[in-house]
């Protein structure tokens, strides 16, 4: 039976609580039921859902308002990614990943109903991801009706790089301006992930292109608008699938990346304006360069 979208968000409250608890030493007091759900974007009740389940596993205990870590979660605590999103959200990243961690060559042809078995997806799901990623040229169906995935040259770069700079420019302009507490929240969480992805071993660099998406969704949706949400969204794909291509110093780029983006958290979380402004010029213009170098070398 397919699982509700209650049941998915609080598996998911319970996963996002979890690396809350990796975060505290045991004996330590977790905030109040409102800062929780603040910092998780939940209602209070999906947290006292969440924090039942911890009392439940013997992660905390739970007195009126004190909660109290008793241990820290191992991964067997973690509800699996297919629980814990819906079915559309779950096709579309096993499709980003499996698009930017597989070396496919431009011209390659891709088959709906073998992509669907090879992802464990419904067919109709990717051919609805296909169809949404279309408009922006990395995917466009040949003369048979397959599915071609298709080059990317130097003139599509420069358009790319002009419209990213025009709307992520506008969206941290917005950014700037807000300093809204769940936006606050989620930066203070970006910040503990990027210092938790830095610290780890050079393997770990695989995971760099989900982070830098989501780092780059935030600031797109502090601006509120629906059409630069659709691009954050679609950008992270292409810019992404084309970088691999450079393998060059692949682990020190997303190094460099990760610390750039820090730099920016730091001093927007500082309310100093102007030098998160000057990081984050400075980052798109390295991210520019990555770019235009992985058309040198692809």
Known sequence: ???????????????????????????????????????????????????????????????????????????????????????????????????????????????EAELARRLDVPVMQIRELLIRYQPNGLFEKNSSKNWVLRGFTETFANELIEMRALVEGAAFTRLLATRDPVIVEQMIEMERRHISLLAREDAAMVEFPALDAAFHRLICASAQNRFFDEFSSRIALIVHYHFQWNKLDETQRNRVALREHLRIIRAWLARDDGEAKAAFDEHLMTANRTLKASISTG
């Open 1 to 111: 039976m397919p699982m509700s979208r209650g049941q998915q968000t609080l598996k998911q409250a319970v996963n996002h609580m979890l690396d809350v608890l990796l975060e505290l030493e045991t004996g330590a007091r977790l905030g109040s039921e409102s800062e929780l759900a603040q910092r998780l974007q939940a209602s209070r009740t999906t947290i006292r859902g969440a924090l039942t389940h911890l009392v439940e596993h013997g992660l905390i205990t739970w007195s009126g308002r004190d909660k109290t870590v008793l241990r820290h979660p191992v991964p067997m605590d973690y509800f699996s990614q297919s629980e814990s999103i819906a079915p559309a959200e779950l096709a579309e990243s096993r499709f980003l990943e499996w698009i930017l961690r597989t070396d496919l060559p431009p011209g390659s042809i891709l088959r």
